[in-house]
């Protein structure tokens, strides 16, 4: 897998991680405003609470189904109190585990551009090795055409 791959993949699922961020911090908010919109319901519950002991003949009963529904209410609220932190629990190794990825993408950032300058090392290399095979050539040309010059200059002192 090459490095800009991995990066995409990388890149993939801090995406689908901040998504889920969003959608459980949405999640946190509804709850919370679900809290407090039963926080408003046991208030009103406990006024009318009020009320209905002095209209009522038989108290005791009616409070004690009062109760018993005040005391639900409290259940429910306290089940939701409980997913909250349940949800910001998981809110926050989301985000340990972003920070993490954040983390190794950055090394990997580093990495890559360290390898890229290796490349742009090599490749000047590379040049400069095929610009010395050129000059090799053209001095073994040379050479050549200088050995033929003395064969000739030789040939030419025998024969005189």
């Given at each position: 897998m090459s490095n800009e791959e991995f990066q995409k993949l990388v890149l993939q699922e801090l995406t689908s991680i901040k998504g889920q961020l969003n959608e459980n911090s949405r999640f946190i908010e509804a709850?919370?405003?679900?809290?407090a919109e039963l926080d408003a319901q046991l208030h009103?519950?406990?006024?009318?609470?009020?009320?209905l002991c002095g209209q009522v003949n038989n108290p005791e009963t009616k409070v004690g189904n009062l109760e018993a529904k005040v005391n639900n209410l409290e259940a429910k609220?306290?089940?939701?109190?409980?997913?909250?932190?349940?949800?910001?629990?998981k809110v926050n190794n989301l985000e340990i585990k972003v920070n993490a990825l954040e983390t190794k993408v950055s090394g990997l950032e580093t990495k890559f551009d360290a390898l890229q300058t290796q490349v742009t090392t090599i490749q000047a290399n590379m040049a400069t090795k095929e610009d010395i095979a050129e000059v090799n050539a053209s001095i073994m040309v040379l050479n050549d055409r200088l050995f033929r010059q003395e064969t000739e200059i030789t040939r030419l002192k025998a024969a005189k």
């Open positions: 709850l919370l405003h679900r809290t009103n519950v406990s006024a009318n609470v009020d009320k609220v306290g089940n939701l109190e409980t997913k909250v932190d349940n949800l910001e629990i």
